[in-house]
């Protein structure tokens, strides 16, 4: 099955900086690759997604982009505010559903 | 309908008791997921539905384990003689299409076994 590893665990930034956040995944046939942000004790929300056909994407402050070859795809946050801080997961779709990662949690200190 | 909705938020139960949990998708899904969620970890699948067929099972979900969706709407899952280990929170989500299409998820249901 599908395995996807997630860095950092933790990220901690000041206000205004930028956040990178770095995935890989095993299965070569994965096509489809969102990213959750969790606030505390809330539910994950889609913030951005990407699908194999595409290199990158962009969202306002939020970036995406995917490396097929490498098997692996990263979440760029620009301009960081601390209303940014939560978890964030990336995922893979494998055959027929998403396989998480262990998830990031991004700190931004005003 | 504003969203995924799940009942109970938290269950307190007693190790070898059954409970029972229900996800109410948002209206017009036809996809319906369940995951388990552990602290520090992401949410891990657990079963999906498309309409009522019940379609994957992870090798996570073992026989005291089970889940339906008999009108094509709302889901229950139930675990029947509760483990320390089954303490988790459990995410419903739902979708309009396959596992490439954005998946809602509800608010999900905390289960503490003592």
């Known amino acids: 099955g599908e395995n996807v590893e997630q860095h950092p665990s933790t990220l901690s930034v000041q206000e205004g900086d930028s956040a990178v956040i770095k995935c890989t995944y095993s299965d070569s046939a994965s096509n489809y690759f969102p990213w959750y942000k969790q606030e505390l004790g809330k539910r994950p929300q889609l913030i951005i997604d990407i699908r194999s056909n595409v290199g990158e994407k962009k969202d306002q402050r939020i970036a995406v982009t995917l490396n097929k070859t490498a098997k692996h795809f990263s979440l760029h946050i620009t301009e960081t505010q601390p209303e940014d801080s939560a978890v964030y997961f990336c995922?893979?779709?494998?055959?027929?559903?998403?396989?998480f990662g262990k998830g990031t949690m991004l700190l931004v200190s005003p | 309908d504003t969203g995924v909705s799940q009942d109970p938020r938290h269950k307190i139960t007693k190790r070898g008791q059954n409970v029972t949990f229900r996800c109410d998708p948002i209206?017009?899904?036809?996809?319906l997921y369940w995951y388990r969620q552990t602290l520090g970890q992401g949410p891990e699948f657990l079963t999906y539905?498309?309409?009522?067929?019940?379609?994957?099972k992870s090798r996570l979900l073992s026989d005291r384990f089970s889940a339906e969706r008999p009108k094509g709407s709302f889901s229950t899952l139930e675990i029947q003689r509760t483990e320390q280990g089954d303490s988790a929170m459990y995410l419903c989500?739902?979708?309009?299409?396959?596992?490439?299409?954005?998946?809602?998820f509800g608010p999900g249901t905390r289960l503490t076994v003592t």
């Open positions: 209206s017009e899904h036809n996809r």
């Open positions: 539905f498309q309409n009522e067929a019940q379609l994957e």
């Open positions: 989500a739902s979708s309009l299409g396959g596992a490439d299409h954005e998946q809602y």
């Open positions: 995922a893979a779709r494998g055959y027929s559903t998403l396989t």
